[in-house]
């Protein structure tokens, strides 16, 4: 039994899939309302005369990453006679600090991972080049230890990345001598993405595609000198050098953006379009909101897949139906908050899971948002308790840009687009006020 719960636990493993792990895929399309983004992102680039670029969205644990999975593969591995691309995957949250992020580091994260990923799947071994023109003035502010002369790119940009990721001071020094020069560094960037695609074409690769994924997931603050959000600073202020990049690019974007005043701006600056990939429908639209079938046959597609994986059966996880659709509907349609709290409700109640185990694992949910929650949340949130939208004002705009961030509301797209409440989130009341 042990062996079998070891076993289990690793299945639900909620990062993204990644490759090798096909038969763990489950096609949520249907069941999301909002079809085919994936074939489209990769039609824009197949159909591409030159370099495009392109932003996802949608909440954390939606499955974004999941899906840019599948866009690599389908782009690595195209039907028969269809044109093959290389495509270099960085995630940010290895690269970066999501509580500071700014072009610069973007700039360090993409040419070394395409430095590092190159060498590693294609043999192709990129050299600093130009770059070693710009790294003397990064030696001399912060990374004097190093000689880049003697490394190949890779190496060298490992070397800054490390710095700016653990050191905010280094960061800081490393912006300041990047700011003014980065046209030039975009330049060094270019070259060295030209030499890039001529090599690949060698091995009969079309081109090159790079997907920044994660952030999304960066920390949205006052930008310090520019008087608007760091979030807004980076995806509209600094629109033009993330599209600079002569190659194909994909970036996730936060969810907030989508539904800001920058919408439109953002669909004009990145190809026209803004996806978002929305929550899978295991419920039907508010005030009369019921299971729906399907979406919840879709995620036990997902949980027998991995039980599958490792031999186990439902009846070795769960200890009945209604303690699997209980869990199913505490995940309100999230994906990776499926696996997440799968994995919490074994360590609180080992296999098979009990309704003691669901109420426990909710119960710590419904604490972690009762904190967060505020006074001007409420009134946003029982407008989507009772019609499934929201209608939005300058006063409820931020507790709204809140709420989706936080995912105490919860995005849909079926037949139209809706809210619902996160299922921690239903069953929670307003702290009543001070001396009644």
Same mark, same amino acid.
């Given at each position: 039994? /042990? +062996?079998l719960?070891k076993k289990?636990?690793?299945?639900?493993?909620?990062?993204?899939?990644?490759?090798?792990?096909?038969?763990?895929?489950?096609d949520?399309?249907?069941?999301?309302?909002?079809?085919?983004?994936? +074939?489209?992102m990769?039609?824009?680039i197949?159909?591409?005369?030159?370099?495009?670029? @392109?932003?996802l969205t949608?909440?954390?644990?939606?499955?974004?990453?999941? !899906?840019?999975?599948?866009?690599?593969h389908?782009? !690595?591995?195209?039907?028969?006679?269809?044109?093959?691309?290389?495509?270099?995957q960085? @995630?940010?949250d290895?690269?970066?600090?999501?509580n500071?992020i700014?072009?610069?580091?973007?700039?360090?994260?993409?040419?070394? @991972?395409?430095?590092?990923?190159?060498?590693e799947?294609?043999e192709?071994?990129?050299?600093?080049?130009?770059?070693k023109?710009r790294?003397?003035?990064?030696?001399e502010?912060?990374?004097?230890?190093?000689?880049?002369?003697?490394?190949?790119?890779?190496?060298?940009?490992?070397?800054i990345?490390s710095?700016?990721?653990?050191?905010?001071?280094?960061?800081? &020094?490393?912006r300041?001598?990047?700011?003014?020069?980065?046209?030039?560094?975009?330049?060094?960037?270019?070259?060295i993405?030209?030499?890039?695609?001529? *090599?690949?074409? &060698?091995?009969?690769?079309?081109?090159l595609?790079i997907?920044v994924?994660?952030?999304?997931?960066?920390i949205?603050?006052?930008?310090?000198?520019?008087?608007?959000?760091?979030?807004?600073?980076l995806?509209?202020?600094?629109?033009a050098?993330?599209?600079?990049?002569?190659?194909?690019?994909?970036?996730?974007?936060?969810?907030?953006?989508?539904?800001s005043?920058h919408?439109?701006?953002?669909?004009?600056?990145y190809?026209g379009?803004?996806?978002?990939?929305p929550?899978?429908?295991?419920?039907?639209?508010?005030?009369?909101?019921?299971?729906y079938?399907k979406?919840?046959a &879709?995620?036990?597609?997902?949980?027998d /897949?991995r039980?599958?994986s490792?031999?186990?059966?439902?009846?070795?996880?769960? *200890?009945?139906?209604?303690?699997?659709?209980?869990?199913?509907?505490?995940?309100?349609?999230q994906?990776?908050?499926?696996?997440?709290l799968?994995?919490?409700?074994?360590?609180?109640?080992?296999?098979?899971i009990?309704?003691?185990?669901? &109420?426990?694992?909710?119960? !710590?949910?419904?604490?972690?948002y009762?904190?967060?929650?505020?006074?001007?949340?409420?009134p946003?949130?029982e407008?989507?308790r009772?019609?499934?939208?929201?209608?939005?004002?300058?006063?409820?705009?931020?507790?709204?840009?809140?709420?989706?961030?936080?995912?105490?509301?919860l995005?849909?797209?079926?037949?139209?687009?809706?809210y619902?409440?996160?299922?921690?989130?239903?069953n929670?009341t307003?702290?009543?006020?001070?001396g009644?």
């Amino acid at each position: 039994m /042990a +062996d079998l719960l070891k076993k289990i636990y690793a299945a639900f493993n909620p990062t993204p899939l990644h490759k090798g792990q096909q038969d763990l895929y489950v096609d949520l399309d249907s069941v999301r309302g909002d079809t085919s983004v994936i +074939d489209r992102m990769k039609q824009k680039i197949l159909l591409s005369d030159g370099p495009s670029c @392109q932003v996802l969205t949608g909440h954390r644990g939606s499955g974004k990453s999941t !899906e840019l999975w599948r866009l690599r593969h389908a782009l !690595e591995n195209p039907t028969s006679g269809a044109d093959r691309l290389f495509v270099v995957q960085v @995630q940010a949250d290895e690269e970066l600090d999501r509580n500071d992020i700014d072009f610069p580091e973007v700039l360090v994260a993409i040419i070394r @991972q395409l430095a590092r990923q190159l060498k590693e799947r294609a043999e192709i071994h990129l050299k600093p080049g130009y770059f070693k023109d710009r790294w003397q003035r990064l030696k001399e502010l912060a990374l004097s230890e190093v000689e880049f002369d003697k490394l190949d790119l890779d190496a060298g940009m490992a070397k800054i990345s490390s710095t700016i990721r653990n050191s905010p001071e280094a960061r800081k &020094k490393v912006r300041a001598a990047l700011e003014p020069d980065t046209d030039n560094w975009l330049k060094a960037a270019n070259d060295i993405i030209g030499v890039a695609v001529l *090599e690949l074409q &060698k091995q009969q690769f079309r081109g090159l595609v790079i997907i920044v994924d994660d952030l999304d997931k960066m920390i949205t603050r006052p930008h310090e000198a520019a008087g608007c959000s760091t979030t807004e600073y980076l995806f509209v202020h600094r629109s033009a050098q993330l599209t600079a990049f002569q190659c194909h690019l994909v970036y996730t974007v936060p969810i907030e953006l989508a539904y800001s005043h920058h919408e439109s701006t953002i669909k004009r600056l990145y190809g026209g379009d803004f996806p978002v990939v929305p929550m899978t429908k295991i419920e039907t639209p508010p005030p009369h909101g019921k299971a729906y079938a399907k979406g919840i046959a &879709k995620f036990r597609e997902m949980i027998d /897949a991995r039980l599958n994986s490792v031999g186990a059966t439902e009846d070795d996880l769960f *200890e009945s139906d209604k303690v699997r659709n209980d869990l199913i509907k505490l995940t309100g349609g999230q994906p990776t908050e499926l696996m997440t709290l799968i994995r919490e409700a074994i360590v609180t109640n080992g296999i098979p899971i009990g309704a003691q185990g669901i &109420k426990r694992t909710s119960q !710590e949910v419904m604490r972690s948002y009762r904190r967060q929650l505020r006074a001007d949340h409420w009134p946003v949130l029982e407008e989507a308790r009772k019609t499934g939208q929201v209608v939005r004002t300058e006063a409820n705009e931020k507790p709204f840009r809140e709420l989706l961030e936080s995912r105490a509301l919860l995005l849909y797209r079926n037949d139209e687009e809706w809210y619902g409440l996160n299922p921690a989130v239903e069953n929670l009341t307003p702290p009543a006020p001070i001396g009644e």
